[in-house]
C-alpha cells in the first residue's frame, strides 16, 4: 500500500518508523477509498506525520487521538512551530488531514470524555452546552451559533487567561453584542445578541448575573413583516431548474435536491439528513426526522421529486454504506452531504442561471415554493402543514408576497400625489 504513493525508500522507512505507523495503511485505504488523488494523500499523510511526532512529544498514544488533540496541535503548536522539515503548516490542509484520521482512530472505550481543565474556556462551554441540551432542549445548529459566539465572548473578554465567571460584568456583554452590530444586519445582530442572552441565563443560574441582564442585553430594531421575502418568479424557476446539466451524475444529485427544496419546502438541513430509509416508494411518502420544530413528518412525494431522486439513485450516486440519500461526489466520496454542500450546489444554479440579483441562499426556494401555492389558492392552514409551522404566524411571512391580492385590499391613500 505505500510503496504505491511514496516511492522513495528513505520517505517509506521514516513512515515505517513514524509513531503512527500502524494507523498509516488503514490511512491510506481509507483515504483512497474516498476518491483522494495521490497529490492530496501524500500531503495528507505530511499533515499526520506532523501531528505524530507532535503527539510523541506530549506522551500521547494513539488511543489519545481526539477532537480535542487535533485542536490543540491545530492551536497551540502550529502558530509557534519550528519542527524540522519536512512539515506541513497549512491549517486548512492539517485540519482536513486529521479530520480524517480520526475514521481510521482504534476506539475501545468510544464514549470517554477527556477531562477538561478547570477555568479553560472549553470547561465553561462544555457546561454552558450541557444547559442549552439538557435544560433548554435546543437543537443542534442552534447550540453551535450559541456556542460560536459565546466562545467569542469569552476569548474577548479574558483573552488566553482562565475564565472567572464572577468576573463577567454587564457591560462587556453590551459592548460585544454593541460591538458586533457595527459589521453586521440586524437579523445577524439579533441572533448575537440571543445567544449572548442566553449566556446570560446561564450565568444567572451559576448564580453570578441577575434577571435584569437579560433585558439588558441589546436587540437591533428588526420588524419581521417590514421586508419582502425575495422570490422567484415562474421565469426564474425555469432558468433555474435547467442550470443543472442532469447527464452527469453530480447535477443529477443537485437537480433532486433543488425540487426537495422547491417543491417539498425542505430546508437545506432536511435536504442533507434524508435517508434511504425515509422514503416509501410503495405509499410515495416520505418521512422527515424532527428538525427545526422539534418534530417528524410524513410528505407526499410529489411525482416529479420522486422520478429526479430514483434517477440519482439508479444512476448517479456512488456505491457506499452510508444512507444518506445524497452523498458527496467529491473526496471523500461517498460520505453523506453536509448542508454547506447543499447551499453551495444551489448557489452556483443561481449563478449559470445568470438570476438578478442573484440569490445567495437556500430559503428563497422555501418562499417561494410557499407563495405558488398562496396563489393557487391554498390556505394558511395547509402552507403551515407542509412548512411545518407550528404558529400560523411564522408562516404569515408569506402572505404579504402576494401583491396582487394585496392590491385588490389596500386601501387608497389620502393625500396627494407629487
Given at each position: 500500500?505505500?510503496?504505491?504513493?511514496?516511492?522513495?525508500?528513505?520517505v517509506?522507512?521514516?513512515?515505517?518508523q513514524?509513531?503512527?505507523?500502524?494507523?498509516?495503511?488503514?490511512?491510506?485505504?481509507?483515504?483512497?477509498t474516498?476518491?483522494?488523488?495521490?497529490?492530496?494523500?501524500?500531503?495528507?499523510?505530511?499533515?499526520?506525520e506532523?501531528?505524530?511526532?507532535?503527539?510523541?512529544?506530549?506522551?500521547?498514544a494513539?488511543?489519545?487521538?481526539?477532537?480535542?488533540r487535533?485542536?490543540?496541535?491545530?492551536?497551540?503548536?502550529?502558530?509557534?512551530?519550528?519542527?524540522?522539515?519536512?512539515?506541513?503548516?497549512?491549517?486548512?490542509?492539517?485540519?482536513?488531514?486529521?479530520?480524517?484520521?480520526?475514521?481510521?482512530?482504534?476506539?475501545?472505550?468510544?464514549?470517554t470524555?477527556?477531562?477538561?481543565?478547570?477555568?479553560?474556556?472549553?470547561?465553561?462551554l462544555?457546561?454552558?452546552?450541557?444547559?442549552?441540551?439538557?435544560?433548554?432542549?435546543?437543537?443542534?445548529?442552534?447550540?453551535?451559533?450559541?456556542?460560536r459566539?459565546?466562545?467569542a465572548?469569552?476569548?474577548?473578554?479574558?483573552?488566553?487567561?482562565?475564565?472567572?465567571?464572577?468576573?463577567?460584568?454587564l457591560?462587556?456583554?453590551?459592548?460585544?453584542?454593541?460591538?458586533?452590530a457595527?459589521?453586521?444586519?440586524?437579523?445577524?445582530?439579533?441572533?448575537?445578541?440571543?445567544?449572548?442572552?442566553?449566556?446570560?441565563?446561564?450565568?444567572?443560574?451559576?448564580?453570578?448575573?441577575?434577571?435584569a441582564?437579560?433585558?439588558?442585553?441589546?436587540?437591533?430594531?428588526?420588524?419581521?413583516?417590514?421586508?419582502?421575502p425575495?422570490?422567484?418568479?415562474?421565469?426564474e424557476?425555469r432558468?433555474?431548474?435547467?442550470?443543472?446539466?442532469?447527464?452527469?451524475?453530480?447535477?443529477?444529485?443537485?437537480?433532486?435536491?433543488?425540487?426537495?427544496?422547491?417543491?417539498?419546502g425542505?430546508?437545506?438541513?432536511d435536504?442533507?439528513q434524508?435517508?434511504?430509509?425515509?422514503?416509501?416508494?410503495?405509499?410515495?411518502?416520505l418521512?422527515?426526522?424532527?428538525?427545526?420544530?422539534?418534530?417528524?413528518?410524513?410528505?407526499?412525494?410529489?411525482?416529479?421529486?420522486?422520478?429526479?431522486?430514483?434517477?440519482?439513485?439508479?444512476?448517479?450516486?456512488?456505491?457506499?454504506?452510508v444512507?444518506?440519500?445524497f452523498?458527496?461526489?467529491r473526496?471523500?466520496?461517498?460520505?453523506?452531504?453536509?448542508?454547506?454542500?447543499?447551499r453551495?450546489?444551489?448557489?452556483?444554479?443561481?449563478?449559470r442561471?445568470?438570476?438578478?440579483?442573484?440569490?445567495?441562499?437556500?430559503?428563497?426556494?422555501?418562499?417561494?415554493m410557499?407563495?405558488?401555492?398562496?396563489?393557487?389558492?391554498?390556505?394558511?392552514?395547509?402552507?403551515?402543514?407542509?412548512?411545518?409551522?407550528?404558529?400560523?404566524?411564522?408562516?404569515?411571512?408569506?402572505?404579504?408576497?402576494?401583491?396582487p391580492?394585496?392590491a385588490?385590499?389596500?386601501?387608497?391613500?389620502?393625500?396627494?400625489?407629487?
Amino acid at each position: 500500500m505505500i510503496e504505491r504513493f511514496f516511492r522513495r525508500p528513505h520517505v517509506r522507512c521514516r513512515l515505517a518508523q513514524g509513531p503512527l505507523a500502524s494507523l498509516v495503511p488503514l490511512y491510506l485505504d481509507h483515504l483512497e477509498t474516498r476518491g483522494y488523488g495521490t497529490t492530496t494523500i501524500q500531503q495528507y499523510v505530511a499533515g499526520v506525520e506532523h501531528f505524530g511526532r507532535w503527539l510523541a512529544r506530549t506522551g500521547d498514544a494513539i488511543g489519545d487521538i481526539d477532537a480535542d488533540r487535533i485542536t490543540a496541535f491545530l492551536t497551540r503548536h502550529l502558530p509557534r512551530c519550528r519542527c524540522p522539515t519536512p512539515c506541513s503548516r497549512t491549517v486548512h490542509g492539517l485540519r482536513a488531514a486529521l479530520h480524517q484520521l480520526l475514521a481510521v482512530v482504534p476506539r475501545e472505550a468510544p464514549d470517554t470524555i477527556a477531562p477538561l481543565v478547570p477555568g479553560s474556556i472549553d470547561a465553561v462551554l462544555h457546561a454552558f452546552e450541557r444547559h442549552l441540551t439538557d435544560t433548554c432542549g435546543t437543537m443542534p445548529a442552534t447550540r453551535r451559533y450559541y456556542l460560536r459566539e459565546t466562545r467569542a465572548f469569552l476569548r474577548g473578554t479574558f483573552r488566553r487567561g482562565p475564565v472567572k465567571l464572577a468576573a463577567v460584568r454587564l457591560a462587556d456583554v453590551q459592548a460585544f453584542v454593541t460591538t458586533r452590530a457595527a459589521t453586521l444586519r440586524p437579523a445577524s445582530t439579533n441572533v448575537v445578541a440571543t445567544a449572548l442572552r442566553s449566556f446570560v441565563r446561564f450565568l444567572q443560574l451559576q448564580g453570578v448575573a441577575s434577571a435584569a441582564w437579560v433585558a439588558a442585553v441589546p436587540r437591533a430594531a428588526d420588524w419581521r413583516l417590514a421586508r419582502l421575502p425575495r422570490v422567484l418568479t415562474d421565469k426564474e424557476v425555469r432558468a433555474f431548474l435547467a442550470a443543472f446539466d442532469r447527464a452527469t451524475p453530480h447535477g443529477r444529485r443537485d437537480y433532486a435536491m433543488a425540487l426537495c427544496l422547491l417543491e417539498l419546502g425542505l430546508r437545506a438541513g432536511d435536504v442533507a439528513q434524508l435517508t434511504l430509509d425515509a422514503l416509501d416508494w410503495g405509499a410515495g411518502t416520505l418521512t422527515l426526522a424532527p428538525g427545526k420544530g422539534r418534530r417528524g413528518s410524513c410528505l407526499p412525494l410529489p411525482p416529479r421529486v420522486a422520478a429526479a431522486v430514483a434517477d440519482y439513485l439508479r444512476h448517479g450516486r456512488p456505491h457506499t454504506a452510508v444512507r444518506a440519500v445524497f452523498v458527496q461526489h467529491r473526496p471523500p466520496r461517498g460520505d453523506a452531504i453536509r448542508v454547506s454542500g447543499v447551499r453551495c450546489a444551489m448557489r452556483l444554479a443561481y449563478a449559470r442561471a445568470q438570476l438578478n440579483p442573484r440569490p445567495t441562499g437556500t430559503h428563497i426556494l422555501r418562499h417561494t415554493m410557499a407563495t405558488r401555492l398562496l396563489r393557487q389558492g391554498v390556505s394558511m392552514k395547509a402552507i403551515a402543514d407542509v412548512l411545518r409551522h407550528r404558529s400560523l404566524d411564522t408562516t404569515a411571512i408569506y402572505a404579504k408576497v402576494d401583491l396582487p391580492m394585496l392590491a385588490t385590499v389596500a386601501l387608497p391613500w389620502p393625500g396627494r400625489r407629487s
